[in-house]
């Protein structure tokens, strides 16, 4: 079985300023993909960035960035210069097979 | 950009009656899957679907539910009987191919509220 830990319930950041959201996660499969969702108050899953399992790179996608550190299972996602509209929960997963399995979010709160 | 539709955006419904939740997948897709999403908590795998049979349920996908694709475009899941607890959002997500590489893109949510 899959499981994704999110050990931030909320978060707060700065206008401007970076935030890391962190994730773990534990499969047994050696082939995974791991992926961020944004879901604002009006409740659409947003996708905003993916990382497979073989990549070696680090993905990036405009202000986001994935920090992968395989060998800790930890895939934390970086936003760059926080925008009041990042303020929203923000969900990571992981797909083994046919299905994404989901972490409890982490609600961020951008002030100014 | 293509998206995936779902309908309706609300639904109210009295405990007991029967539900259907509707989605127009991406055109090209072939893989159909449905989560639930109890308010203030994580989002849940149900059901996924492809080449008109599931190909994988979660124990949340009891006898109540069920699913089927209609025609060419439409991806219907069915609640025969609503309890309380099915108040849920319910997103609809299509896949080219199930491999994590091709990604999922999700509808917008139905939110039932059953009374």
């Known amino acids: 079985a899959q499981k994704i830990t999110q050990t931030q319930p909320g978060m707060f950041v700065q206008e401007k300023e970076a935030v890391t959201l962190d994730c773990t996660y534990d499969t047994s499969d050696q082939s995974y993909g791991l992926f961020w969702y944004k879901q604002p108050s009006s409740g659409e899953m947003i996708f905003l960035i993916y990382?497979?399992?073989?990549?070696?790179q680090n993905a990036t996608e405009g202000r986001y960035s994935l920090n992968f550190q395989k060998a800790r299972k930890s895939a934390n996602l970086v936003i760059s210069a926080s925008q009041l509209g990042d303020s929203a929960m923000y969900f990571c997963?992981?797909?083994?097979?046919?299905?994404?399995?989901f972490g409890t979010g982490t609600r961020l709160q951008v002030t100014l | 950009e293509p998206e995936v539709t779902q309908t309706p955006s609300h639904q109210v419904t009295q405990m007991g009656q029967e539900v259907i939740l509707r989605c127009v997948p991406i055109?090209?897709?072939?893989?159909f899957y449905w989560y639930r999403q109890i308010l203030g908590q994580k989002v849940e795998f149900l059901v996924s679907?492809?080449?008109?049979?599931?190909?994988?349920k979660s124990e949340i996908f009891d006898d109540q539910f069920s699913v089927e694709r209609p025609d060419g475009s439409n991806f219907t899941l069915k609640i025969r009987s609503t309890k309380l607890e099915d108040s849920a959002m319910y997103f609809c997500?299509?896949?080219?191919?199930?491999?994590?590489?091709?990604?999922?893109?999700f509808g917008s949510g139905t939110r039932l509220t059953v009374v």
């Open positions: 990382q497979g399992s073989y990549d070696e």
């Open positions: 055109s090209n897709h072939l893989y």
């Open positions: 679907f492809y080449n008109n049979e599931i190909s994988e």
């Open positions: 997963a992981i797909q083994t097979a046919s299905k994404l399995t």
């Open positions: 997500a299509s896949s080219e191919a199930p491999s994590h590489s091709y990604g999922y893109t």
